[in-house]
């Protein structure tokens, strides 16, 4: 298999692409503070985006397939208050990728990162976010390992549009397996070839278009602007053939029986890649789970309602904060 073991697509911008479209969200998430900087990660040179003060309850959100950190700003807006730590995955966005990107190299990963940037505080609990693919990630990050002990330890979970349908079964299976013949064509390629194909614009406009539902005019088109801009950037063509082999084998419900933690679940009702009663059944397979739905949102509830995601979140953490209060009490 050709493969380009350089830069990849980063930071290529298309002669005469016209300026970014300003986001909807800039006021709010202007008005946090903001960090950057690189870890080392199990030997993977790590991006790593920080949001609001350091010193408030930690969230880190691990975002989807051919995302970056860009991808969950939105609803790191709507969340003042809390220290919001996005890194951008293995492979995407600034960071170097995975030798082979499994899902259980990227659950390895993740585990890693959040005893790097957020131990375990007496009093202080976590909560780790995982979008679309990032669900899968952090599911199998979470999962309990052989030892009986949480893979993230007391970390509460939120998985937003998660994905509980297998990609290679039922209804998505024709889908599934034409884009993963897109994806090894893209890696076969003469690199040229294989990286116009990757970033060809009719492409990423119709995946775009697919997962977009917002009726409002300007917000569509600065999602799509977002799509342009940011899902094209990964570290190698190998890189992105190997996540979405990993993103269609695997589903957050093979783990769920496994993860002990809370979980709180943020589904929407016209999400075309988890059909809602899927969603339901994925429920009932955590031990301690709970679902939220929001109406008239598809896949991309990240951009168009992180406010309501955010409230979501807001309830979640507090409700375990509260439920936490009389033991502390007590001991």
Do not use: C
């Amino acid at each position: 298999m050709a493969e380009d073991h350089g830069g990849g697509a980063r930071g290529r911008r298309r002669a005469g692409a016209r300026e970014p479209i300003e986001s909807p969200y800039r006021a709010l998430l202007g008005a946090l503070p903001r960090r950057e900087r690189e870890l080392d990660v199990d030997g993977v040179r790590t991006s790593v985006f920080e949001y609001g003060p350091e010193d408030a309850p930690a969230v880190v959100f691990v975002h989807g397939f051919r995302g970056d950190h860009h991808g969950l700003e939105p609803v790191a807006a709507h969340l003042p208050g809390f220290r919001i730590i996005a890194p951008d995955l293995p492979g995407f966005g600034a960071s170097d990728a995975l030798e082979h990107a499994t899902i259980d190299a990227y659950a390895s990963w993740l585990r890693a990162f959040v005893r790097a940037v957020a131990p375990e505080r007496p009093g202080r609990r976590l909560t780790v976010l995982g979008h679309s693919f990032g669900s899968i990630v952090v599911a199998h990050a979470a999962a309990r390992g052989p030892d009986g002990a949480p893979g993230l330890g007391g970390a509460a979970i939120v998985l937003v549009n998660p994905i509980a349908t297998p990609a290679l079964a039922g209804a998505n299976r024709l889908g599934s397996l034409l884009a993963l013949g897109y994806y090894r064509a893209a890696a076969a390629l003469p690199e040229a070839a294989g990286l116009a194909v990757l970033g060809a614009p009719p492409i990423v406009r119709g995946m775009s278009a697919f997962m977009a539902k917002t009726r409002d005019p300007a917000l569509k088109r600065w999602i799509h602007d977002q799509h342009d801009r940011y899902f094209s950037r990964y570290a190698s063509r190998r890189a992105v053939l190997e996540a979405f082999e990993a993103s269609i084998r695997h589903t957050v419900g093979e783990v769920a029986s496994r993860i002990a933690q809370p979980v709180q679940l943020i589904a929407a009702d016209r999400d075309d890649i988890t059909p809602l009663a899927h969603q339901h059944r994925l429920r009932s397979l955590f031990p301690d789970a709970r679902l939220a739905v929001l109406t008239g949102v598809g896949h991309l509830v990240h951009y168009e309602q992180p406010r309501q995601a955010a409230a979501i979140i807001r309830r979640f953490v507090a409700e375990l904060a509260d439920a936490a209060a009389p033991e502390a009490d007590e001991r």
